[in-house]
């Protein structure tokens, strides 16, 4: 079954300690990205990659970290988690092919006191 | 500068009633993908449609149906009969193809379908 699993679903840390979320992909594609949801405000780009060692900011990178050492992976890394990093987090990823979507994990509810 | 615009922030309607959500897209492309997403209440994203910027046909599927119009910069969505089930927030989406780009989200529509 094709699918983007992200973990873990919920996580409440306290400010400066350093975390991970995981996101890996079963489809072999090419494109990934981070997203953050807030209220209002909709889903924002962190950051993404075109394919293996390349990523990219998005809107809102600061303060986040990612890697693509290999083409399923992409993990987000928050160095220093601060309050203001309480959000709801989806992974996507996508094939450069025509009339394909993007696949969204099931998300990650980040809670930083 | 690549934007999506859902004026509506919420609406609601009686189940049964017909329902268009409204999407407004600005991109300097000429080639472009359009897409809709349902985030119900359980909060995963549930793809819903995706439209490349040649394809001007409307689309139906079920009680679902899609409005694209080049002219006017529009991809609305259309939701006929409508169900309690529908009540989720619907986010409308743009990925140019000018290379690095994001996929550009507007803000979304929540829809509330009372019975």
């Not at chain 1, 699993?5 to 990934?32: A, D, F, W």
């Not at chain 2, 609406?11 to 349902?38: G, M, P």
């Not at chain 2, 169900?83 to 507007?106: E, K, R």
Request: with cysteine; net charge neutral; glycine share 6%.
């Amino acid at each position: 079954e094709a699918q983007v699993t992200q973990n873990p679903r919920y996580l409440i840390t306290v400010t400066g300690k350093k975390l991970t979320v995981t996101c890996s992909q079963n489809m072999n594609h090419e494109y990934m990205s981070w997203y953050r949801q807030d209220p209002g405000l909709g889903l924002r780009q962190i950051y993404y990659s075109m394919n293996v060692e390349v990523t990219d900011k998005g809107d809102v990178p600061e303060g986040y970290k990612v890697s693509r050492k290999e083409k399923r992976n992409f993990p987000l890394i928050l160095e220093s988690p601060s309050p203001n990093q309480t959000s709801l987090y989806f992974c996507a990823s996508s094939s450069y092919e025509v009339n394909t979507e993007a696949f969204f994990g099931q998300g990650t509810r980040l809670t930083v006191v | 500068a690549q934007k999506v615009t859902q004026a509506q922030t919420e609406i609601s309607v009686v189940e049964k009633e017909d329902v268009t959500l409204d999407c407004v897209y600005e991109t300097r492309d000429t080639t472009y993908y359009l897409f809709w997403y349902k985030q119900p209440p359980s909060g995963e994203l549930v793809f819903l449609i995706r439209r490349n910027s040649f394809d001007e046909q409307n689309e139906i599927s079920g009680r679902y149906s899609w409005n694209f119009q080049k002219s006017t910069s529009s991809f609305n969505f259309t939701i006929t009969a409508s169900q309690v089930v529908d009540s989720a927030v619907y986010f409308c989406a743009l990925w140019p193809d000018s290379g690095n780009t994001p996929l550009v989200f507007g803000k979304g529509t929540r829809l509330s379908v009372i019975a």
